[in-house]
């Protein structure tokens, strides 16, 4: 019986998306970070932890989102990180970022950040 | 210790972009969560980057540009190309890397239907198709078809050989030298030799396609 | 170790081994072909999978199918083939 990821043959596939895209910097930070971990996990496990992405969140996931799951699930299970910590930076980025982004600061921002060019 | 400047580092991936997605905020946390704790460095991951922005396709452009021009390395790479291809200082650590020859008779086209293994020491990182879901699901079922997609249709005394790339090596694709390319220099070849062509979804480009584009 | 099957052989992918990680894929499981290339041995990707050492090593070969063998539908020209790299623990004989 194949699994998601074993996509050969599949009949129920579509038209090939040819568009080029670069790479994101958070895709190579990825790749870099997953290159790193080589001492915790063997690429292996990492390509057995992709597989074992539930099938329906398989289908939703972009290529590094299934990325993102399998670092994170082996990270654990390794002992390397625990779920609460990453959940916990989650937090502290997401309060920094949203007092970043108050109104009256990105304009401030953004209007210091024109002056040089434009004036 | 430097963790708040290296914590700072993965945060400014974040600050650049509030429009950053779930799992990409998600990366960046376990980032700074193994920086934090010692397990990698900032400059170990930077460097790494590094190593990925100089793979490009033009390494391997250049590999099969001297397959092109120097018949004994041809030979030599077609019999074991990681040997021949350190030749020209280019190490390819593992897994091991194969290069197969497209003729007038044969046409070779690479998959990996169950991940995306891909030659990216000689072509850099791969393309977002190649690691589509369709591109793998239908390459070794149509390839003839998903080539026409591509753009290439091929005769039918041609043989198309597609190789599902399932385990420790990797494979290039050395595509047919056009004709009229007889005159023409070593570096100059290689700028007719494409990525896909080296995927094998295409062929090299001609003398006269390249002065069009 | 030595290689179970010569370039030439035929051989029958096994479909017997259903649970775990496997690097065959499951279109190509049951299909019969040649062996094209022995690869030499490499440590066995399904148990390191689940953080094995991977040993013994195995064998690996890169296997030929005629592509009208492998898909009931396959309309293109009879020549046409595929190459899959397989692990020997994966084949027997045809």
Sequence with gaps: MSKVHDRGGWSDAGFIDKTEHDLAMWEKNLMAVCSACAAHFNVDEFRRA?????????ETLSYFERWVIALETLLIQKGVLTLEE?????????????????????????QGGHNDSQI | MHNHDHDADAHSLIAEDPELSFYAKRAAAIEALLIEKGMVTADNIRRRIEIMDSRTPAVGAQVVAKAWVDPDFRTRLLANAKAAVAELDIEVESPNLVAVENTVGIHNVIVCTLCSCYPTVLLGASPGWYK???????????????????????????QVRVYDSTAEMRYIVIPQRPDGTEHMSEEELAALITRDSMIGVARARTPAGEMES | MTARFKVGACIRVRRDITSGHRRTPGYIQGKTGTIAAIWGTFPNPESRA???????????????????????????PLKDKLFIDIFEHWLKPA
């Design chain 3, 50 to 76: 689940y953080g094995g050492d991977g040993l013994p090593e195995q064998v690996l070969y890169l296997v030929s199918f005629n592509q009208n063998h492998v898909w009931e539908q396959y309309k293109a």
């Design chain 1, 50 to 58: 992709i597989e074992d992405i539930e099938p329906d969140t398989y």
């Design chain 2, 132 to 158: 589509s879901l369709e591109y793998r699901a239908r390459v070794v079922v149509d390839a003839r078809g998903v080539l026409r997609e591509f753009g290439l249709e091929l005769d039918e005394e041609v």
């Design chain 1, 86 to 110: 990453i959940d916990q930076k989650m937090k502290v980025f997401e309060a920094r970022t949203n007092r970043q982004h108050l109104p009256d600061l990105a304009v401030s921002h953004r």
